[in-house]
């Protein structure tokens, strides 16, 4: 039977057919779905871990114990993840590890464009890249078997459009893989200098096996068709490529790491021209130099971006731009904006009251940054939101720390913020911290989380308590706020940024998309109360605006939240029906 599937439920379809015991993931845009999908099949553990360092060492040991194991993230989470990748690599894989990484060219929900391919290169771990969703759930189902014919972790990379795209699926039967016999090996298992060593070696020697089955796998195809052009992509890439040169001869890259230098010298021979067509960086380009072949590549395809069939006509061809879309319409901008009804909303509008300096953090509350609400001054990665403070106030003296608040969401507390409270405690430091509870992992799609006290298939467990938590970790200041209370939370935003010592606000507010959240009706404005003082247009909600000169509410858009009624001083605004 064949079915209609995103990349991502196909690499869910591939663990499911591989016989896969656990699974331990982290959301993360564009992965998240491979896991969700997981969840479906009640065949397979699996779980949201913290973060993914967590998830890749429960999977580690799942696999070390003898089971087939898995763990999704995206490509900022393998940074994350790099400490138990590298150590896992010189360990090797008992039952099966497979680590599907999902990188983002375009950066259309991330904070920057990291190239996965080499962390497949500096673990010395072997690595494959479908190029649609069929090769999705294969390559998924073939990662196992080189897992433990070569004692390996593999990696599989994804990118936002084979993740996100669909396409015909053969659907298989899945195979029940016994546990497989755990034996005790320290010198194997455990990585102290000495095992270490020897397992360097090994690896080298696993490098050159893996090298040769790379040649002859049929991960990495040829066709032979014009002969006067050769073109070597991988990935999406490949399906672009396809479009403008459809009389091409091709050399499809399905195992990046490591790559089959023998069929691409050979490659190389049958054809006159070689160009290699790769979003990111040159890392397929760099090898073919290496072997001494000539290509043209990155010095006329750009290196930032995310690349599509009319860029590449646009750069390789000449072709007027748009010579290989689909339609001509162009579509409307949409710009990020944080959702009417947003928790966050209120809380960056106090913020913006006070002047204060905000180091943030990876959430929907980043888009805080944006006018009119202009609250953010930092984002650098996952955790940083409180570690950031820390540095901005021990750069600057604690009297700068009245200035300064370090904010991120509950997700991402759980994630990595709760060693940068144990770091402004022991360190005695003075910094002011908030932790936006929105009761929910918001921008991936409304993941449970560990502070919300459901897993993954929705089942009731033990609540992360941050009060406490805070307590136990050393702060003594702890309040809690609901954001929506604007002259409450500017109050204990001042009274907590002229202590003496670190505190920590718990902002409270369900996210306005959960359907446990039950605002009604909608708001309206009563023109001739209305100043025009603009505060309500300084929430950057998107249901108010300012049209033909009145104060307009788009009852399409409005929850009915309160938040504008709040900040509206002269009773301007109310909820529809309440005159």
Known sequence: MKKLMLGNEAVARGVFEAGVTVVSSYPGTPSTEITESIAKYDEIYSEWAPNEKVALEVASGAAIAGARAFSAMKHVGLNVAADPLFTMSYIGSNGGLVVAVADDPGMHSSQNEQDSRHYARASKTVMLEPADSQEAKDFT???????????????????????????????????????????????KNVMMPAMGRKRHVFIEERLKKLTEYSNNSGLNTIEIKDTSIGIITSGISYQYAKEVFPDASFMKIGMPYPLPSHMILDFASKVHKIIVIEELDPYIEEHCKILGIQVTGKNKLPLCGEYSADLLGEKLLGTKKGAFSLNDEILPVRPPVMCAGCPHRGLFYSVNKLKLIVTGDIGCYTLGALPPLNALDTCICMGAGFTAAHGFNKARGDEFAKKVIGVMGDSTFTHSGMTGLVDIVYNKGVSTVLVLDNSITGMTGHQNNPVNGFTIKGEPTKQVNLEKLAYAIGFERVRIIDPFDVDNTIKVLREEINADEPSMIIVQRPCALLKSVKYSGCVEVDHEKCKRCMQCMKLGCPAISDMDGKITIDETQCVGCGLCINVCKFDAISMKGDK
Do not use: C, M
């Not at 189902?141 to 593999?154: G, L, N, Q, R, W």
């Not at 990379?157 to 320290?186: A, D």
């Open 141 to 187: 189902i073939k990662a196992y078997e080189i897992s433990e014919e070569f004692d390996t972790p593999v990696l599989v990379r994804l990118s936002t459009r084979i993740s996100h795209s669909q396409s015909l699926v053969e659907l298989g039967e899945r195979l029940e893989v016994q546990l497989k016999e755990y034996t005790y090996n320290p010198s």
